[in-house]
């Protein structure tokens, strides 16, 4: 389990101030009320979120234009997180970019530890660790418990999936692509395999997340065949004294922003 950060800590402190075990029912406007924070949902241009410091209040502005309520849930816990973390700084406005959930993505994506620091608090606001581990330790892993998990907490699959990963419950790998090349990764420090250099590369042409690329992200697979098998060798590196064993590949495509979520673990 990964050590609890300045941010983590701020989100658990947070809910004891509430007296709340988790705010999954708690629309999220009510919650910054609260908090000294007024929150709005309107058109903004070229960002999905801002916020505005003043001497008693902090505004908080939500792009009214996003479509995933989920994704509007992480961006609001994002910016109160600004709200409890860094008053009086001046930050810039919040962007696709800056709200990856990962640490490290892209060295921060040169967007500083703030940003860093504000996804760790909305991810912990949102999913408190106590909640999750109770909920998923000790189950058997598959895609159906991530999206259980992020039915009861009201998020992402992408947030839940990336929550699973750094909680080292099972062995994991997550892969995002967009616009048909890899984004990210990231796996579960028990998952003891090498990618290599895959980040700003095409996915291999015999994985799932290049099938739905040559097919215009549809969905391609119904229920349980949506984990398709697939070779070790596809994504990792196999060592001439190592097999090749079987994996599943979980791909969950989104046409609009062409892109793939790859959830990668062995059988």
């Known amino acids: ?18 007296g709340m075990e988790d705010i999954a029912e708690i629309p999220m406007d009510l919650l910054a009320a609260g908090l000294n924070a007024t929150l709005i949902e309107e058109p903004l241009r070229y960002c999905d979120g801002r916020i505005t410091f003043s001497a008693n209040r902090s505004l908080i502005k939500i792009n009214s234009k996003i479509e995933f309520p989920e ?19 001046d930050l810039p406005p919040d962007t696709s970019l800056t709200l990856n959930v990962i640490e490290g993505a892209e060295k921060h994506l040169k967007t500083g530890k703030q ?20 909920l998923s330790k000790g189950k ?4 159906q418990l991530l999206k259980d998990l992020a039915f009861r907490f009201k998020t992402s699959l992408t947030a839940t999936s990336l ?7 099972h062995p994991v790998c997550l892969i995002k ?3 048909g090349n890899v984004k990210y990764f990231k796996m579960s420090p028990s998952m003891k395999c090498w990618l290599g250099d895959i980040v700003r590369l095409p996915p291999p042409a015999q994985s799932v997340a290049m099938e739905y690329i040559q097919n215009d992200y549809r ?10 098998s697939i ?8 060592r001439e004294w190592e097999e090749d064993e079987d994996f599943y590949e979980y791909c969950i495509p989104t046409k609009r922003y062409k892109s793939i979520l790859s959830i990668i673990w062995q059988k």
């Open 231 to 238: 070779k070790k060798s596809v994504w990792f590196t196999v």
């Open 115 to 134: 940003e860093v620091e504000a996804n760790q608090f909305a991810a912990e606001l949102l999913m408190p660790s106590s909640i999750f581990l109770r």
């Open 1 to 18: 389990m990964a050590l609890i950060t300045k941010a983590k800590f701020e989100a658990q402190k947070l809910l004891r101030e509430i």
């Open 71 to 89: 994704r509007k849930r992480f961006i609001s816990a994002h910016e109160i997180g600004h709200h409890r973390l860094h008053k009086n700084m």
């Open 219 to 228: 969905f391609l697979y119904n229920l349980e065949e949506k984990a398709q």
């Open 177 to 179: 692509t967009e616009n």
């Open 140 to 143: 058997l892993f598959s895609p």
């Open 163 to 169: 929550k699973y990963v750094e909680a080292d419950l």
